[in-house]
């Protein structure tokens, strides 16, 4: 039983003596250093709120008491913030927290340097990878802040952007945006919101440049106010973006702004984990005890949720370090040439502790800047500040809300507008409907665009109120880089959708956004239709080239002598001249010179003669001489038909070429559109030259489609117009016709205002039609059935002609003759020699002489056509 009591006592003690070498490690109270700013209210509860949050957890410091040394500063006052804290280390402390501006900061960070003793930072550096000696920074780098708002950026795809910003130091802090402008395409611009200024003033400035895109990086009190100035001059519309550096704009009241459509989007880097656990302490600490706060205040700067981080960051770190060693914790004065001890020790355990906290995962890489954090992506909606995403150093950014809701909230929003649409009278485009003076409002328009327009409200349920453009102009830049027409309406936010004829060019894609094209096209030229031409009294002749027709005479005449030649060559065709003495010595040719000629132009005329050759010779000429015939005879027949059945007209143009080469037809288009501008902006050479002419003769621009068409039809003037208009056009006016192909290619889309939510909705909309076959119906409707469109176009020269056939056409039959008829002589030579050899056997002599004997004594006297036959081997040859 004794050694039992012993054995409990020794258990006792050993728990005991465990309990106070743990708790003997430290002090029973840690002071921890504050230097905050002495308005700052909420900061100072944060870190109350901190400390006793430390005291209450039995987990962390258990029997120990963390202790807040508060110490309140003016924001810029150097000397005070040394002189409070020489006195927080004077009453040992284990480090310092803040203070939150940043001269005090870095001299606290001096301090704290020298005496090696931890100084968590709560403002982010400017200057980025300074040595931090004994100093951590809870707030994130600039340089990863401002790679989370170029991010953000790229995702919304700003092409152009103002930054608006108050201290010279902010540009150093959005480096990254900067660096954005590397492929030169991005044009940013720079606003310096200077004390006193106005914001109204600048806001303007700023909406005169035609900018819809800000960034504003201006101090978080000021956002509210800049807002409504903003507002009271229309720089807060749907069209109009924002996106705000503060991480502090979830405290800013923005009900006012929520029905506005404006895009606003910043980042928070509170944690919304921790909505919950924020209600429970979000007290005012007023005479010494907590109350509760408004609801409206339920916001959490960004300040006080690092406070609170930095003085649970502390506790822990210490946890773990007094669990090893023993922490003495002494008086420390500023001129001591002594450090703390433990300082390092301390600040190497802060560095590697990680943990969850109200601004989200807290960790450190080995310099003291923060890692590894996230921050929230906020965008204002009608419901207030919404969370739609998160930034993390890993991944970026991460959308949580779907593209269908934000597709819904848009179209939602569409359906309760009355959108404003400027258009421009142009038919079949739109037309005012006659007679128009009884008319109002959108009744006194229609046509294909009215009916487009009418079909996309239904589908997208947004109502509508067209008016005409004010200038009469598509839109076009002048040398000063202004818009007009349509496009100008458009950046002034005096409309909401320009529809019309208006073509989407690069140019225009700068100042305001497209939606996918309605209608595809090209430039072409309008022209009046040429004459016919009056029916030529030879124009038999034209099937076939003079080249031919000249080959085929000699040919003729080349064929007839060779049949004679031969005929009286070959001995087969010498017959007895009495058929009913066949030993009669009179022999006869049948091919005298004129029947030889009679030959051939009988079978080229497909007639025939009663001539028939015998001779093997003869009859290979004859194969041949038909087979060319047959071939060119039908050859042109085929052309001719042709010919007679196309009614050739003649055009004094026939292609742009033909244009830029003349200079008595005058050409020209819209003066204000971008028919005008492919010529002026256009690389080639023609098309320069074009240019260059229509520029030196302005008159030759015109106000309207209209004038251009009227000038047409006056004559010797062709129009650069649009293919679709041409359509229209030509198929009302049979006077007029399109000449030649496009010029180019693009198409008609509807545009709206830089950064419009509507654009989406509409392009989807536009595209639901097109698979529909709507927009194919609308122009049928519009171009052929509903007044008029009747005129068919005959094919007129320059487009489908009949040519005359030419020696490339009938070359190879002219070959195959010339082989023929060289074959006919080699097969007449061979029947000669065989004969000759025979008769010549017991005479001894030479074929040659034979030859030339015997062509003598036959004798090619022309209309020769019997002689007497000589030898005996001729008549044998012949039997
Ligand atoms: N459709 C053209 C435009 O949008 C008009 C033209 O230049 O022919 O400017």
Redesign the pocket.
């Known amino acids: 039983m004794a050694s039992f009591c012993n054995t409990t006592i020794y258990i006792q003690v050993g728990v005991m003596c465990v309990l106070f070498s743990f708790a003997s490690n430290l002090p029973s109270v840690v002071n921890l250093g504050g230097l905050l700013n002495d308005d700052d209210k909420e900061v100072e509860n944060a870190f109350q709120h901190g400390v006793d949050e430390i005291n209450e957890d039995s987990s962390i410091l258990p029997t120990k008491q963390l202790s807040m040394r508060l110490s309140k500063l003016k924001p810029q006052d150097t000397f005070h913030t040394f002189q409070a804290a020489c006195q927080q280390l004077s009453s040992g402390i284990i480090g310092f927290i803040g203070p939150t501006t940043l001269p005090s900061s870095s001299l606290i960070q001096s301090v704290s340097t020298s005496i090696e003793i931890p100084h968590v930072r709560l403002q982010s550096d400017y200057i980025a990878n300074v040595p931090n000696g004994f100093s951590l920074n809870l707030h994130p780098s600039s340089e990863l802040l401002s790679k989370a708002f170029r991010d953000i950026l790229d995702t919304r795809g700003w092409m152009s952007y103002t930054i608006v910003y108050e201290s010279n130091e902010a540009l150093i802090k959005l480096k990254k945006l900067l660096e954005r402008d590397t492929n030169k395409s991005v044009k940013i611009s720079f606003r310096q919101l200077k004390p006193g200024m106005s914001y109204k003033k600048l806001a303007k400035d700023i909406g005169k440049q035609g900018e819809a895109n800000i960034v504003l990086d201006i101090s978080t009190w000021k956002i509210k106010e800049f807002f409504k100035q903003a507002q009271d001059i229309g720089m807060m519309t749907e069209y109009h973006s924002y996106l705000v550096t503060s991480l502090d704009l979830h405290t800013v009241d923005l009900r006012e702004f929520q029905r506005g459509r404006t895009n606003i989007t910043a980042f928070r880097l509170v944690s919304s984990d921790h909505e919950k656990e924020r209600q429970g302490w979000e007290w005012a600490y007023e005479g010494g005890q907590y109350k509760k706060v408004s609801q409206q205040k339920k916001t959490l700067k960004t300040k006080a949720a690092l406070v609170h981080d930095a003085v649970k960051m502390f506790a822990l770190s210490l946890h773990n370090m007094s669990s090893d060693i023993t922490v003495r914790i002494q008086s420390i004065f500023c001129d001591s040439p002594e450090p703390w001890t433990h300082g390092n020790h301390l600040l190497n355990i802060m560095k590697e502790t990680k943990f969850k906290g109200l601004t989200g995962f807290v960790e450190f890489d080995q310099n003291g800047t923060r890692t590894n954090f996230s921050l929230d992506i906020l965008e204002l909606k009608e419901e207030g500040l919404r969370k739609v995403g998160t930034w993390n150093t890993q991944f970026g950014i991460q959308f949580s809300t779907k593209y269908e809701k934000l597709v819904g909230d848009v179209l939602r929003q569409l359906r309760n507008r009355t959108l404003e649409v400027v258009t421009i009278i142009n038919p079949p485009y739109m037309m005012m409907k006659e007679p128009a003076e009884q008319l109002t409002g959108n009744d006194q328009f229609e046509g294909y665009c009215l009916d487009l327009l009418e079909e996309l409200s239904k589908r997208l349920g947004f109502k509508y109120k067209i008016h005409q453009v004010r200038d009469g102009s ?3 830049k002048n040398e000063h880089d202004e818009w007009n027409g349509m496009i100008r309406e458009l950046i002034n936010k005096e409309a909401d959708l320009a529809l019309a ?3 989407i060019t690069y140019e225009r894609e700068e100042a305001v956004d497209f939606t996918m094209p309605f209608m595809n096209l090209g430039i072409s030229i309008l022209f009046r239709t040429p004459t016919k031409n009056v029916p030529k009294l030879f124009s038999f002749l034209s099937p076939l080239s003079l080249e031919v027709w000249m080959y085929m005479a000699t040919t003729y005449l080349g064929v007839s002598l060779l049949f004679f030649l031969l005929a009286r060559l070959t001995p087969y065709e010498w017959v007895p001249s009495n058929s009913c003495n066949p030993d009669s010595n009179v022999l006869e040719n049948q091919f005298s010179l004129s029947n030889s000629f009679w030959f051939t132009i009988g079978s080229l005329m497909q007639q025939g003669t009663e001539i028939a050759p015998k001779a093997i010779s003869t009859r290979v000429v004859a194969i041949m001489w038909w087979f060319f015939t047959l071939i060119m005879i039908s050859s042109y027949t085929a052309n001719l038909a042709a010919f007679l059945t196309v009614q050739r007209m003649e055009s004094p143009i026939e292609s742009a070429n033909d244009l830029a080469k003349q200079s008595s037809i005058q050409y020209g ?2 003066k ?5 501008a492919f010529f002026k902006e256009s690389n080639i050479e023609s098309y320069k030259t074009m240019w260059r002419v229509m520029q030196s003769q302005p008159t030759v621009f015109t106000e309207s ?1 209209l004038e251009g068409v009227e000038r047409v039809l006056r004559g010797n003037y062709a129009y650069l ?2 293919s679709a ?1 041409i359509e229209y056009i030509t198929a009302r006016n049979c006077e007029l016709e399109q000449i030649d192909g496009l010029l180019d290619s693009k198409g ?1 889309g509807i545009a709206t205002p830089k950064g419009s939510p509507y654009r989406t909705p509409i392009s989807n909309a536009i595209l639901e039609l097109q698979e529909d076959g709507i927009l194919y119906l609308l122009k049928e409707k519009w171009w052929f059935r509903k007044y008029g469109g009747h005129c068919k176009h005959e094919e007129t020269s320059h487009s489908a002609s009949t040519n005359e056939l030419g020696l490339a056409n009938v070359g190879g039959v002219f070959v195959v003759l010339l082989t023929g008829l060289g074959l006919a002589c080699m097969i007449s030579m061979i029947e000669f020699i065989l004969k000759t050899r025979r008769s010549s056997r017991n005479e001894r002599d030479s074929v040659l002489l034979d030859f030339q004997r015997k062509a003598r004594r036959i004798g090619f006297r022309c209309g020769l056509t019997s002689h007497r036959a000589e030898t005996s081997s001729w008549k044998q040859s012949r039997d």
């Open positions: 598509h839109g076009s004829d208006l073509t288009c819209l204000f559109g971008s028919t005008k489609n117009m649009e208009s008609y």
